[in-house]
């Protein structure tokens, strides 16, 4: 009776056999347009996840293309053909479908700073002695239409670049263990080899960052450049002064980013020096313990530990700067400009251009904050 095997065995698992023609798997290829339109076929697994955890068996399964058998021969494919070259490999299999999610991405930007235009034309409309019914109306219609079409676009954008980097993340990893199975041992015993527990970690994580914030590195550009653009529209020349403090905020958060970027790199250097040295004592614990040299081997980790966190100060702290003037930055932006446009130039701000402009001020907020990190 002890040696039955429980019902819930199946549940504790570390790899379970899902056959391809399991009807969980074939969710969402039978989904219907508008349940993928909307998401809708996780309705059930999410419901289920409102009530209580989630076990195994109530998860979807993954498409046949993420599989993880599926997505490392399609990249080992390009991975030969480009001469065993990982970024080339990533382009050509992937290129493509960054670029259309690249596009949705610019989309759904463009939608965000309709906002302000559709702002300044309805305080407009009301501030007029008579007010066009029709125009207002023809405006915050093609106002709800945009926010309809983000809210729409953006979910997808957002799940198509994580399936991708999921079939990225898993392929490298795959490509990664083969390449450990065939090393040698005289190989392994090389000081200058790299930890693999490291490149599962902390390399292919920062490969899935790249990868996530890729198409976001030349929309942002475009995204502040059309926002000054407004912002002259709005501002006239004021908007120059404005452009000033950005270009100054942008100079000094380039500073701290490449401050951060240097500590950040040092930290993983010692990192790994530190990890290959807990590495060695664990494989001579034996010996460690016989003579009891813990305490010597103890010093000697906490001293690397020491300069890791060192080094981890300086990144905490550079990145702290880098946060203070991103966040500031549209404060200083405003009162800069509107500043320079009632006594520098004698103009009179209207409401419209009141709103509109801290609308496009706020606008700024974002991309100024991830654009330094972004280009870390």
Request: contains cysteine; proline residues 4%.
């Given at each position: 009776?002890?040696?039955?095997?429980?019902?819930?065995?199946?549940?504790?698992?570390?790899?379970?056999?899902?056959?391809?023609?399991?009807?969980?798997?074939?969710?969402?290829?039978?989904?219907?347009?508008?349940?993928?339109?909307?998401?809708?076929?996780?309705?059930?697994?999410?419901?289920?996840?409102?009530?209580?955890?989630?076990?195994?068996?109530?998860?979807?399964?993954?498409?046949?293309?993420?599989?993880?058998?599926?997505?490392?021969?399609?990249?080992?494919r390009h991975y030969d053909q480009q001469h065993q070259s990982i970024v080339r490999a990533i382009v050509h299999g992937y290129g493509w479908k960054f670029l259309l999610c690249g596009l949705a991405s610019a989309f759904t930007t463009a939608c965000i700073l309709f906002a302000p235009v559709v702002l300044h034309h309805v305080i407009d409309a009301f501030a007029a002695p008579e007010m066009d019914l029709t125009s207002l109306g023809m405006w915050l219609a093609a106002f709800f239409a945009s926010r309809l079409a983000n809210a729409l676009v953006a979910p997808h954008v957002d799940f198509q670049i994580q399936m991708i980097t999921f079939q990225i993340a898993v392929s490298l990893r795959a490509l990664l263990f083969e390449k450990t199975m065939r090393r040698s041992i005289q190989s392994r015993s090389d000081d200058k080899a790299v930890d693999i527990a490291n490149i599962y970690t902390s390399d292919i994580r920062r490969v899935i960052y790249v990868a996530n914030?890729?198409?976001?590195?030349?929309?942002?550009?475009i995204q502040i450049g059309v926002v000054v653009y407004m912002l002259y529209d709005v501002l006239d020349l004021a908007a120059f002064a404005g452009l000033a403090v950005i270009a100054l905020s942008m100079l000094v958060a380039f500073l701290f980013t490449k401050k951060t970027s240097g500590a950040y790199r040092e930290l993983?250097?010692?990192?790994?020096?530190?990890?290959?040295?807990?590495?060695?004592?664990?494989?001579?614990?034996?010996?460690?313990?016989?003579?009891?040299?813990?305490?010597?081997?103890?010093?000697?980790?906490?001293?690397?530990?020491?300069?890791?966190?060192?080094?981890?100060?300086?990144?905490?702290?550079?990145?702290?700067?880098?946060?203070?003037?991103?966040?500031?930055?549209?404060?200083?932006?405003?009162?800069?400009?509107?500043?320079?446009?009632?006594?520098?130039?004698?103009?009179v701000l209207t409401a419209a251009g009141v709103f509109t402009a801290i609308a496009l001020f706020n606008s700024l907020r974002d991309p100024l904050r991830d654009f330094p990190s972004i280009i870390q």
């Open positions: 009776m002890l040696l039955q095997k429980s019902p819930s065995s199946r549940e504790y698992a570390t790899f379970l056999k899902v056959p391809p023609t399991s009807p969980k798997a074939q969710l969402h290829q039978s989904a219907s347009l508008v349940s993928r339109l909307f998401l809708s076929y996780a309705d059930d697994m999410m419901q289920i996840g409102n009530t209580r955890q989630l076990n195994q068996d109530d998860l979807l399964e993954l498409d046949d293309d993420s599989r993880s058998e599926v997505a490392y021969a399609f990249f080992k914030q890729i198409n976001t590195l030349w929309i942002l550009p993983m250097k010692r990192k790994d020096t530190r990890m290959k040295r807990v590495k060695e004592v664990f494989g001579a614990i034996q010996i460690v313990k016989l003579n009891a040299w813990e305490g010597k081997f103890e010093e000697k980790l906490l001293a690397l530990r020491s300069l890791e966190l060192s080094a981890l100060t300086t990144f905490v702290y550079s990145m702290c700067g880098s946060i203070f003037v991103l966040w500031a930055s549209p404060l200083f932006v405003s009162t800069v400009s509107f500043a320079v446009y009632t006594l520098g130039m004698d103009q």
